[in-house]
């Protein structure tokens, strides 16, 4: 194992401090290990919450920042946080107007927000949670009971932050992310494993003329392991499925997603595989983000998310947004 690491015990502080000091305009709590935007609270506005395993960088400590998170709680790698982190951050973001917790569908993560928020109304805290399941991969898996939260998680916290920034509700707020949820799906694929540090080796084994279709966030197998094929064919592989799940037709925002170890020109590469395909069925592009926004640490491979959308969703995925890893209009 070839990491830039100190003690493997040691990755996630370690990270914390480094992002607390590249960043001043965020608050970290290092104790607790949660990531506040520096003005937080913010007198009624609705607080946005998410969090889960590190490992995943950017998300979620990146995307802290006006327009995006209020507040982002990191586990261990690949491992939840837990109720007394996520309860910090509630407490630490409500403004009055209540809090959204979003939660990406793993088992850990399901169960540990689920007992903050109740433990955060026993407080007197409003509490809302939108559940992110837009994997059309598989039903369950290692970590899942359903479909596992992936790329769409982006889109729901962008989506959701520029509706809190503006002062709409918190039942508008979680509406609006369900929403995002419900009219999202995304498709990865693997051409490695990723290596946890603690582990220190890969989670699992693929050789040099074999790719993985399906793939998880955490290193989880897909649904099946084929030769490695051209471009074309991996962006056929991706697309096609999310095609066949729901109903796309009109405007959507394409998300092109790296896993942590694939190189830029490889993912802008994809995106017009994907733009091809979209166009031959007789999809159009109103949006596009390009990039590795939810890796699975040194993963090489990508994936697919679409998202619905119309004006309103549009517009919201236009505003502004000033957090560490996304900035737009700012």
């Not at 979620?60 to 982190?85: I, K, N, R, W, Y």
């Amino acid at each position: 194992m070839k990491k830039l690491i100190n003690d493997p015990a040691d990755v996630v502080a370690d990270a914390l401090r480094g992002m607390a000091a590249a960043h001043p305009e965020l608050r970290v709590d290092h104790a607790d290990r949660v990531v506040y935007r520096g003005d937080a609270p913010v007198a009624g506005k609705v607080g946005l919450v998410s969090g889960g395993g590190s490992g995943h960088e950017p998300l979620h400590a990146g995307f802290v920042g006006p327009g995006m998170l209020d507040a982002a709680c990191a586990g261990e790698v690949f491992t939840s946080p837990v109720p007394d982190q996520i309860l910090a951050a509630t407490r630490n973001v409500d403004g009055g107007a209540g809090v959204l917790h979003i939660v990406k569908n793993y088992t850990g993560d399901v169960l540990n927000f689920e007992m903050a928020a109740e433990f955060a109304a026993a407080e007197g805290i409003t509490v809302q949670s939108v559940l992110v399941n837009d994997d059309v991969a598989v039903q369950d898996s290692t970590y899942t009971a359903g479909r596992r939260g992936v790329g769409a998680t982006l889109l729901v916290e962008k989506i959701a932050g520029a509706a809190a920034d503006r002062g709409q509700s918190l039942d508008r707020v979680a509406a609006l992310a369900r929403r995002v949820n419900a009219e999202a799906r995304s498709m990865g694929m693997a051409l490695t494993s990723c290596t946890v540090p603690a582990v220190g080796h890969p989670t699992f084994e693929l050789s040099e003329t074999e790719m993985e279709v399906g793939i998880g966030i955490h290193g989880e197998p897909g649904r099946r392991r084929i030769p490695v094929r051209p471009a074309r064919e991996v962006a056929e592989l991706l697309v096609e499925p999310i095609l066949s799940d729901r109903d796309f037709t009109g405007v959507v925002i394409a998300f092109v997603n790296g896993m942590g170890g694939t190189p830029l020109i490889e993912l802008y590469l994809m995106y017009g595989e994907v733009v091809a395909l979209l166009d031959k069925a007789g999809i159009t592009v109103a949006r596009s983000l390009v990039g590795s926004y939810v890796t699975s640490l040194d993963m090489a491979g990508c994936s697919v998310t679409l998202l619905n959308a119309d004006d309103d969703l549009i517009e919201l995925w236009d505003h502004p947004v000033h957090t560490p890893a996304l900035r737009k209009g700012c």
